[in-house]
């Protein structure tokens, strides 16, 4: 049988190279998008700016701050660990799940709202609506549903990351996995970052 | 074990004064956008962006502390930037 034995060089080379495909694929796919919308947005610029108007900059913005502070505590648990300051770590991890739940909370409020007022792809006031405003609504639908799916799975990596600090197979000498996951929290706030300018701001 | 301790405790205020900064220029951004500023509000918003993406990448990630995927990293994301200002521009 064969015998396995933790290869700390092997396991961060993996690691990270598995983290960074990840964040290659997550750049082309919401990067495409995002280029789509500044395309989109040259032939329908009035379109798009009333179609901004339906979005509410200062939920996106409480957002944005939600984002910015889970990346805080993702990072200070990263530096915990590192630093073999355990039950510090795992408070900030816990920190940083309920910034992600109260962000995908907020976010369900903020479609609630959409939906009601028939800002979705799809529905009947929409198509009332001129062609660029109903493009702008797919793009953001896009952007922003699959940003959330993502949050939601981060948030499902923290937590068994957090399970893992807690049992002990997360630490000072074995934290690359943690520092991964990290990682992908911190591309989803640049995303966020992105959305919320050119979405909410630009429009 | 004193020194290692503000060693860390100055990790974690370095840390804490950039999410300060990142949350200032979301606001400041949020602020400039509701101005009338005309067709520069997209440049404006779209370099604090950057900016914000920068602090993220080199405060959070720690992205110069991995070797060369993070300069392929830098340099797509570098170059969508420069596409997306170009399209602005047009």
């Known amino acids: 049988m064969e015998n396995k034995t933790y290869n700390p060089e092997s396991a961060k080379t993996n690691v990270v190279s598995g983290m960074w495909l990840l964040l290659f694929a997550e750049l082309i796919v919401f990067g495409g998008i995002a280029i789509a919308f500044l395309g989109y947005r040259i032939a329908h610029q009035e379109d798009f700016l009333q179609a901004s108007k339906q979005l509410h900059a200062l939920i996106g913005a409480f957002n944005i701050v939600i984002l910015l502070t889970s990346s805080l505590t993702v990072a200070l648990s990263v530096v915990s660990v590192k630093s073999g300051k355990i039950s510090l770590a795992v408070l900030f991890q816990l920190s940083s799940i309920l910034m992600g739940l109260f962000f995908l909370v907020n976010k369900y409020f903020e479609w609630s709202v959409n939906s009601a007022t028939g800002f979705v792809p799809g529905s009947v006031e929409l198509a009332k609506l001129p062609v660029g405003q109903n493009i702008f609504c797919l793009l953001y639908t896009i952007m922003a549903g699959a940003h959330t799916a993502l949050v939601f799975f981060g948030v499902l990596v923290i937590a068994w990351m957090t399970i893992s600090t807690v049992n002990g197979n997360v630490n000072k000498e074995k934290s690359e996995s943690y520092q991964a996951a990290g990682q992908f929290w911190h591309s989803l706030t640049v995303v966020g970052i992105f959305i919320f300018s050119l979405f909410y701001l630009i429009g | ?90």
Not at chain 2, 22 to 30: D, E, K, P, Q, Y
Not at chain 2, 32 to 45: C, H, N, Q, R
Request: glycine share 6%; no cysteine.
């Open chain 2, 1 to 90: 074990m004193s020194n290692k301790n503000t060693s860390i405790a100055s990790v974690y205020l370095k840390q804490l004064l950039v999410w300060f900064g990142l949350v200032v220029l979301s606001g400041l951004a949020t602020v400039l956008a509701g101005m009338d500023l005309g067709k520069f509000i997209p440049v404006i918003v779209l370099a604090i962006a950057a900016g914000q993406t920068y602090l993220v990448a080199r405060i959070f990630i720690q992205i110069h502390a991995v070797d060369k995927p993070s300069k392929i990293f830098v340099g797509l994301s570098t170059a969508f930037l420069v596409v997306s200002f170009i399209l602005i521009l047009i």
